[in-house]
């Protein structure tokens, strides 16, 4: 098996309101790439967040009480966690710089995937603009599959990505958090292992080994890959959602 990452470059600074998928396959045809079927684009949360004008100015939010204790716990702007609060259906962790939520789509993040590095300002105060995740990235991740597929007349996976940390580990990784004509989790039970032992337990979380990988490719600072191109993927495609990725409540050990 071969694993192909290719890094997508070219993008311009994207603005609320951009077309995506045309953007890409304008880089894409730049470069001379020769999509096929089964070909994957990882792209990152960012530049979907942006597209979808997901911007915020905190000027324009007011604390509630609650924001204000939790700012109190956490050393953060009352605007921001005011924000965090209305993304998530929980707070699960408070210390001095670390607001741990559970975002409202189901996964458990930091500030519930609220971010402000590489996002510019769209008046104002630089400091006073932050963005929040895709309001539905399977949808998102969706949408850029139809229209990729349309321009190339090929079967394309689309998998949306953010940098989360993870319990009992240091360090943020690349994680998928929206996916579309591709499997989130790879159920091996059954399979025979090298022996031929039975496997019981086995489920690959594919999407976030192949959404780690790309975050290599893409960089965590000013190396503007925000896309990167995937081929030989070692499963095959078929429809998925984020949903397959997250445990369920009364099966996680770690609350």
Same mark, same amino acid.
């Given at each position: #098996?071969?694993?192909?990452?290719?890094?997508?470059?070219?993008l311009?600074?994207i +603005?609320?309101?951009?077309?995506? %998928?045309? $953007?890409?396959? /304008?880089? *894409?045809?730049q470069?001379k790439?020769?999509? +096929?079927d089964g &070909? !994957?684009?990882? *792209?990152?949360?960012?530049i979907?967040?942006?597209?979808?004008?997901?911007?915020?100015? $905190?000027n324009h !939010?007011h604390?509630?009480?609650?924001? #204000?204790?939790?700012a109190?716990?956490?050393d953060?702007?009352?605007?921001?966690?005011?924000?965090?609060?209305?993304?998530?259906?929980?707070?699960l962790?408070?210390?001095?710089?670390?607001?741990i939520?559970?975002?409202? $789509?189901?996964?458990?993040c930091?500030?519930?995937? !609220?971010?402000?590095?590489?996002? +510019?300002?769209? /008046?104002?105060?630089?400091?006073?603009?932050?963005?929040?995740?895709?309001?539905?990235?399977?949808?998102?991740? =969706?949408?850029l599959?139809? &229209?990729?597929? +349309?321009?190339y007349?090929?079967?394309?996976?689309?998998?949306? !990505?953010?940098?989360? /940390?993870?319990?009992? =580990?240091?360090?943020?990784?690349?994680? %998928?958090?929206?996916?579309?004509? #591709?499997?989130g989790?790879?159920?091996?039970r059954?399979?025979?292992?090298?022996?031929?032992?039975?496997?019981?337990?086995?489920?690959?979380a594919?999407?976030? @080994?192949?959404?780690?990988?790309?975050?290599?490719?893409? /960089?965590?600072?000013?190396?503007?890959?925000?896309?990167?191109h995937?081929?030989g993927f070692?499963?095959p495609?078929?429809?998925?959602? #984020?949903? @397959?990725l997250i445990?369920?409540?009364e099966?996680?050990?770690?609350?």
């Open positions: #098996m071969t694993l192909t990452l290719t890094p997508v470059a070219g311009p600074v +603005q609320p309101g951009d077309d995506l %998928a045309a $953007l890409i396959a /304008g880089v *894409i045809n470069a790439l020769i999509l +096929q &070909d !994957i684009f990882v *792209i990152t949360q960012k979907v967040s942006k597209s979808e004008n997901r911007f915020v100015d $905190l !939010i604390a509630s009480a609650e924001a #204000m204790d939790v109190v716990k956490t953060k702007d009352p605007r921001f966690v005011e924000l965090v609060l209305r993304e998530s259906s929980s707070i962790r408070t210390r001095p710089g670390a607001l939520a559970e975002h409202k $789509l189901g996964f458990v930091a500030n519930a995937g !609220i971010d402000h590095s590489n996002v +510019q300002s769209l /008046g104002g105060n630089p400091e006073d603009w932050v963005l929040l995740l895709p309001e539905n990235p399977d949808s998102s991740a =969706r949408k599959k139809n &229209d990729l597929e +349309q321009k007349g090929i079967k394309l996976g689309v998998l949306i !990505i953010d940098s989360h /940390g993870r319990a009992w =580990r240091n360090g943020a990784v690349g994680m %998928a958090i929206g996916l579309a004509g #591709m499997p989790v790879v159920d091996l059954g399979k025979p292992d090298l022996f031929g032992y039975q496997l019981r337990v086995t489920l690959v594919a999407a976030d @080994e192949l959404a780690a990988a790309a975050s290599l490719v893409m /960089g965590q600072a000013d190396e503007l890959i925000p896309v990167v995937v081929r070692p499963y495609l078929r429809e998925g959602s #984020m949903q @397959e445990r369920p409540k099966l996680d050990l770690f609350r």
